[in-house]
């Protein structure tokens, strides 16, 4: 360990070098993945844009408590299931998963497949759910 701090003191320039460039590569990625949204940014967008929420999560998770209207395609199974959202495609979608670390991921997808104006829930569900938000549950 003694050697590492040794090591960051004497090269110092190349670590700052390496730790920017990582930065960078994750906000590029981000980036790429489309805006991340607060759950009121969420609702400001589905009912002045008629956003389409689509939840990420497994059914089981979906049944326990969702967004309203949302559409329930677990991410593991978006790219076979992308004709699904084929009348959506035009609309402004927002992506929801449990903790918002799924999305990303999802987000790429939906643009590698055409879809324009996409945008991710920040903190997921568990944001929503700590804002007191509606959920509607399915039993």
Known sequence: MELFFEFLNEQW???GALFVC???L????????????????????????????IDLRDPADFKQGHIVDAINIPSAKLASRL???EGHRDKPVVLVCKMGQHTGAAAKTLKEAGFADIARLQGGMMEWSNAQLPLVNDK
């Open 26 to 53: 994750m906000q590029h990625e981000s980036r790429k993945a489309g805006p991340q949204l607060s759950p009121q940014q969420v609702i400001n967008k589905v009912n002045q844009d008629q956003a389409t929420v």
């Open 83 to 85: 004709d699904e959202l």
């Open 22 to 24: 990582l930065w960078l």
């Open 13 to 15: 320039i190349l670590f």
